[in-house]
């Protein structure tokens, strides 16, 4: 169904791609939007028990576009160093196929935003006061997974084998 990675040898192992899912903070979400277009937008994200959630208002294009059809990509670029004087980019990134959805239950939504919110902040006043002010006009994406790949530069690889 997913096509295998061409370049095989700089395909990450599959514990390393969940690593950099569980420790990245910003990624981009592309879903099929109007007229056929691929929609990208950048997001905060946080990966909790295998999934990939996204916090977003209630209303919009993307959701619109989810709502009409639930196949989406994310993409996490965890590294992305130009080396000048090789020509060449130490990179690595991790690509997702999934399933997207709009999560529907209020307790459930509530245990994950709570989740995500501490990803990025620890003052849980802050967290307490922007949920109760907002709660009711954002929506918790989630993504299931269906496939994932990560992949690095040559450069990373080599310096890794030294």
Not at 37 to 59: C, Q, R
Not at 88 to 100: D, L, N, W
Request: charged content about 30%; proline content about 2%.
């Amino acid at each position: 169904m997913f096509r295998k990675m061409r370049r095989i040898r700089q395909q990450m192992a599959d514990a390393d791609a969940i690593g950099v899912l569980e420790n990245g903070k910003g990624g981009i979400l592309t879903v099929n939007g109007d007229d056929g277009y691929p929609y990208p937008v950048p997001m905060n994200y946080a990966y909790i028990d295998g999934k990939i959630y996204l916090h977003s208002a209630s209303a919009g294009h993307k959701i619109d576009a989810i709502k009409a059809s639930d196949k989406v990509s994310f993409l996490v670029v965890d590294k992305d160093d130009v080396i000048e004087d090789k020509l060449t980019t130490a990179y690595r990134s991790v690509v997702v196929f999934g399933r997207a959805g709009i999560v529907e239950d209020d307790q459930r939504t509530m245990s994950l935003i709570m989740k995500f919110a501490l990803k990025y902040s620890k003052n849980m006043s802050a967290i307490h006061q922007d949920i109760e002010e907002n709660f009711k006009s954002m929506a918790l994406i989630e993504i299931t997974p269906e496939h994932i790949t990560g992949k690095e530069g040559m450069e990373i690889i080599k310096e890794r084998m030294k």
